[in-house]
């Protein structure tokens, strides 16, 4: 089945560093979500990306659409403590309604 | 409205209990998802409706049963689950199927544990 890779698997940083994960496919996806997820809570939309070679910005963050519709990057900028939390990519391959999801990245700051 | 509202919070059940896990949305999604995440995994999708019908059984053990009464409703009934079920089972919506035209909106779960 299809598979998302997703890394790093964990970072430890310190505050205001910059930080960047990527989710890299054997399949193409028309769309890649990026999500964070704090403990206890489900998932929290951050970005969505929808063309290929797509980039978009939330605030600090920023992520883009590979141009060849296989891979996804996240870029934090100027971290914070309340960054801290697991980042998931994940790929909609299709009009099922099914979301991929990469294994996360578990991100911790240190102040 | 901007939220899925899941309850409860957390559930502790029996293997010979029967309970319900409730999920509901205000948006006008046509869309509504559950998925079972284990601690420190990502979600992994066990129900798809679509207008109240399902969609999608992502070959599911029969102790869970989903029901959709409602465009805005979705439950998850639990019967005989095994201790390897304790999870936190998550729903979600979204406007359509084609979930990447908005994304999902996920609840904040239910925190379920088997006795």
């Known amino acids: 089945g299809q598979q998302l890779n997703q890394s790093p698997q964990s970072m430890f940083i310190q505050e205001g560093e910059d930080v960047s994960m990527n989710c890299t496919s054997s399949?193409?996806?028309?769309?890649w979500l990026w999500y964070k997820q704090d403990p206890g809570e489900g998932p929290v939309l951050l970005i969505a990306?929808?063309?290929?070679?797509e980039l978009t910005s939330n605030g600090r963050l920023t992520a883009q659409f590979g141009i060849t519709r296989k891979d996804s990057f996240l870029n934090i900028s100027a971290s914070i403590p309340s960054d801290v939390g697991i980042y998931f990519c994940a790929g909609v391959p299709g009009n099922t309604g099914k979301l991929i999801f990469g294994q996360g990245t578990t991100l911790q700051v240190k102040p | 409205d901007t939220e899925v509202t899941q309850t409860p919070k957390h559930l502790v059940m029996g293997m010979t209990n029967k309970k319900s896990l409730k999920c509901e949305q205000h948006m006008g999604h046509r869309a509504m998802y559950w998925y079972k995440q284990k601690a420190k995994k990502p979600p992994e999708l066990m129900f798809v409706?679509?207008?109240?019908?399902?969609?999608i059984n992502e070959s599911v053990p029969s102790r869970f049963s989903p029901e959709c009464p409602n465009s805005s409703l979705l439950n998850l009934h639990l019967h005989a689950l095994q201790p390897e079920d304790s999870a936190l089972y998550l729903c979600a919506s979204s406007r359509l199927l084609q979930a990447g035209a908005h994304g999902y909106t996920f609840g904040s779960g239910t925190r379920l544990t088997v006795v």
């Open positions: 409706y679509s207008y109240e019908k399902l969609s």
């Open positions: 399949s193409i996806f028309n769309t």
């Open positions: 990306l929808y063309k290929a070679g």
